[in-house]
């Protein structure tokens, strides 16, 4: 747990830029975050002393999984929270826990890989292309696994794999991964939350830090995750990744900033202070073509933060991803904090959350595509962001030209070279979307006992 000194007020004041003042509802808030390296938002705006600027004294505090973290958020533990995106939707929606969660800042793009054992990937590594030098040739699809699949099942033992949580990327991109080579990950009912109804590979939930220790316990045959639990498995020498959600979704949406609907009403000016201090954090990250990273690396290294070894860290957020040992190669983009507009929160981000929610059984009944969009504008909230980007701007600290003024919160089209199974994505339209994807419920269909009917 890091904690502000008081003290520290007089010495940031004589190094603080002179910021637009806003009158602050609440100065001392408590911020919740997972040990991932995609919180760097949070323990820079923190270090780099930019929610001092905004008259902010934060404390940040781990913890223990995402269940403990936005129950803290929902009773007022914490102020707000490093979030899966899928959570302020699913709470909003009422799947799981009920309450208003909106967030007015995205966290990140991209930072999440799937890895497998060492012995499964040297069974899937005979369906698995090869480049000139030998090296696998990526993205591999999970078509190289299907055959390790259905052989584990015709032994009659059940094949598991890992994710983090069951509103998390990590479980739709995981989802996404199989589905796209055939294999069914399962399906949620009302009755059965398990997510396992048909299914082919069976997904479960493991806390992030423990994936790689799961993994080499045998219990989990892979995993998804964010950093640095994947290039952990690759130090360890227990797994290797074999891909990466920039291969599988370019430039895809991850976490989010979340705090409850009613602390941004009742705080307004305290919301627009701290999504203005995580922009500079954004900002500071990206800037230079990366070059921040290695102090970065350093932050997030800290136990109080991710806590993990310098080079593991600096192994994907650096530049670089490596998936067998000594097979590094450059992924400048694995981890995008700020380029790509990464840090506007577009309805049609929260739009592919839903219909990934959707297509597994988790809505359990089909919606409107107006539906659709009026959950997303209840919880992405793109005009507190550019509130305060507009004050950044006009305080000499963000640039005119690094923000979508003019964006209806719909980004355009994600082209089919950009996605794993090459199916184009609009948020426009979820549902013919929907329709498109092979595997997953259709308009009309529902999950009966174990049946999927209409």
Same mark, same amino acid.
């Given at each position: 747990?890091?904690?502000?000194?008081?003290?520290?007020?007089?010495? %940031?004041?004589?190094?603080?830029?002179?910021?637009?003042?806003?009158?602050?509802?609440?100065?001392?808030?408590?911020?919740?975050?997972?040990?991932?390296?995609?919180?760097?938002?949070?323990?820079?705006?923190?270090?780099?002393?930019?929610?001092?600027?905004?008259?902010?004294?934060? %404390?940040?505090?781990?913890?223990?999984?995402?269940?403990?973290?936005?129950?803290?958020?929902?009773?007022?533990?914490?102020?707000?929270?490093?979030?899966?995106?899928?959570?302020?939707?699913? *709470?909003?929606?009422?799947?799981?826990?009920?309450?208003? @969660?909106?967030?007015?800042?995205?966290?990140?793009?991209?930072?999440?890989?799937?890895?497998?054992?060492?012995?499964?990937?040297?069974?899937?590594?005979?369906?698995?292309?090869?480049?000139?030098?030998?090296?696998?040739?990526?993205?591999?699809?999970?078509?190289?696994?299907?055959?390790?699949?259905?052989?584990?099942?015709?032994?009659?033992?059940?094949?598991?794999?890992?994710?983090?949580?069951?509103?998390?990327?990590?479980?739709?991109?995981?989802?996404?991964?199989?589905?796209?080579?055939?294999?069914?990950?399962?399906?949620?009912?009302?009755?059965?939350?398990?997510?396992?109804?048909?299914?082919?590979?069976?997904?479960?939930?493991?806390?992030?830090?423990?994936?790689?220790?799961?993994?080499?316990?045998?219990?989990?045959?892979?995993?998804?995750?964010?950093?640095?639990?994947?290039?952990?498995?690759?130090?360890?020498?227990?797994?290797?990744?074999?891909?990466?959600?920039?291969?599988?979704?370019?430039?895809?949406?991850?976490?989010?900033?979340? @705090?409850?609907?009613?602390?941004?009403?009742?705080?307004?000016?305290?919301?627009?202070?701290?999504?203005?201090?995580?922009?500079?954090?954004?900002?500071?990250?990206?800037?230079?073509?990366?070059?921040?990273?290695?102090?970065?690396?350093?932050?997030?290294?800290? *136990?109080?933060?991710?806590?993990?070894?310098?080079?593991?860290?600096?192994?994907?957020?650096?530049?670089?991803?490596?998936?067998?040992?000594?097979?590094?190669?450059?992924?400048?983009?694995?981890?995008?904090?700020?380029?790509?507009?990464?840090?506007?929160?577009?309805?049609?981000?929260?739009?592919?959350?839903?219909?990934?929610?959707?297509?597994?059984?988790?809505?359990?009944? *089909?919606?409107?595509?107006?539906?659709?969009?009026?959950?997303?504008?209840?919880?992405?909230?793109?005009?507190?962001?550019?509130?305060?980007?507009?004050?950044?701007?006009?305080?000499?600290?963000?640039?005119?030209?690094?923000?979508?003024?003019?964006?209806?919160?719909?980004?355009?089209?994600?082209?089919?070279?950009?996605? @794993?199974?090459?199916? *184009?994505?609009?948020?426009?339209?979820?549902?013919?979307?929907?329709?498109?994807?092979?595997?997953?419920?259709?308009?009309?269909?529902?999950?009966?006992?174990?049946?999927?009917?209409?």
């Amino acid at each position: 747990m890091k904690k502000l000194l008081l003290g520290l007020v007089a010495t %940031t004041a004589l190094v603080s830029p002179a910021l637009a003042e806003l009158e602050l509802e609440k100065d001392e808030l408590t911020f919740g975050f997972i040990k991932l390296t995609d919180m760097a938002p949070l323990a820079v705006a923190y270090e780099n002393g930019y929610f001092l600027d905004e008259g902010l004294f934060v %404390t940040l505090e781990a913890q223990a999984n995402w269940k403990v973290l936005l129950d803290g958020v929902i009773d007022g533990q914490l102020d707000g929270a490093h979030m899966l995106a899928g959570q302020p939707l699913a *709470a909003t929606i009422g799947y799981g826990t009920e309450a208003h @969660i909106v967030t007015p800042f995205s966290m990140d793009l991209n930072g999440n890989g799937i890895t497998v054992s060492n012995e499964i990937w040297e069974e899937m590594k005979p369906n698995i292309p090869v480049m000139e030098d030998g090296r696998p040739q990526h993205p591999i699809s999970a078509k190289a696994l299907a055959p390790v699949v259905e052989k584990y099942k015709s032994e009659g033992k059940p094949f598991n794999m890992g994710m983090v949580f069951p509103v998390s990327t990590h479980n739709y991109e995981l989802r996404y991964w199989l589905a796209a080579g055939g294999l069914h990950p399962g399906f949620y009912s009302p009755d059965n939350v398990t997510g396992q109804i048909g299914a082919d590979v069976f997904l479960s939930v493991t806390p992030p830090p423990q994936m790689p220790a799961t993994l080499e316990a045998g219990t989990i045959y892979g995993y998804c995750v964010g950093e640095p639990w994947n290039q952990q498995a690759v130090f360890k020498g227990i797994g290797v990744p074999v891909i990466t959600d920039y291969e599988l979704w370019k430039n895809n949406p991850e976490k989010v900033f979340g @705090i409850t609907a009613e602390f941004a009403e009742e705080y307004p000016n305290t919301t627009l202070a701290v999504t203005k201090a995580l922009i500079r954090a954004a900002q500071w990250l990206d800037e230079n073509d990366n070059a921040n990273r290695p102090e970065a690396v350093e932050i997030l290294s800290r *136990a109080e933060y991710v806590g993990a070894d310098y080079d593991v860290i600096a192994n994907s957020m650096t530049g670089t991803f490596e998936y067998e040992k000594g097979d590094k190669r450059e992924v400048p983009d694995f981890n995008v904090f700020f380029r790509y507009n990464a840090t506007y929160p577009f309805y049609s981000d929260a739009v592919w959350y839903l219909t990934q929610m959707r297509r597994w059984g988790q809505i359990a009944d *089909a919606k409107s595509d107006s539906w659709y969009d009026e959950v997303a504008k209840s919880v992405y909230k793109p005009e507190i962001y550019l509130e305060a980007a507009r004050l950044l701007v006009d305080d000499g600290l963000a640039n005119e030209a690094d923000f979508p003024w003019e964006s209806n919160g719909y980004k355009a089209p994600t082209p089919a070279e950009d996605i @794993i199974d090459g199916i *184009a994505y609009d948020g426009r339209t979820p549902n013919a979307y929907l329709e498109s994807l092979s595997i997953g419920l259709k308009d009309g269909q529902t999950i009966v006992g174990s049946d999927v009917q209409g």
